[in-house]
């Protein structure tokens, strides 16, 4: 299948191919215009249908494509970011923690210590 661009409104290129048609409207020695996409130009037009030919994606193409690789890798980040702080989150709570046990521990072991030395209820 073999696409082209046809000049087909003022302003306006479309991109298709002919495909096999019984007869009807529209078809042409067996075959009708099957359009895929609408162009604003004949450049653009004319590199759609290169590239649906094998030929390398149009520029408006690769742009989007871009775009694209760019908003996802901003999603990435914001998400590592987001995964990153609630991980720092995690580790203040659990040094707090770790602290409140020290103490703790520390106030035991000073009554053990009162106790060992002077006996009970000193």
């Known amino acids: ?3 082209i661009a046809l000049h087909t409104e003022p302003q306006l290129w479309t991109v298709g191919s002919y495909v096999p048609a019984p007869p009807g409207p529209g078809v042409i020695n ?6 895929v996409s609408d162009h ?4 653009e037009a004319v590199e759609y249908a ?4 094998g030929g390398p994606p149009p520029v408006s193409e690769v742009a989007a494509r871009a775009d694209a690789q760019r908003e996802a890798a ?7 970011d987001r995964r990153s702080l609630a991980a720092l989150e995690r580790v203040a709570d659990a040094l707090e ?3 409140k046990m020290q103490e703790r521990a520390t106030v035991a072991l000073e009554r053990m210590q ?3 030395q002077f006996g009970p209820g000193r």
């Open 1 to 3: 299948m073999t696409f």
């Open 30 to 35: 067996g075959q009708r215009f099957e359009p």
């Open 40 to 43: 604003n130009s004949q450049g």
């Open 50 to 53: 290169a590239w649906m030919n």
């Open 74 to 80: 901003r999603v990435i980040a914001e998400e590592a």
């Open 97 to 99: 923690r770790m602290a």
């Open 114 to 116: 009162d106790h060992a």
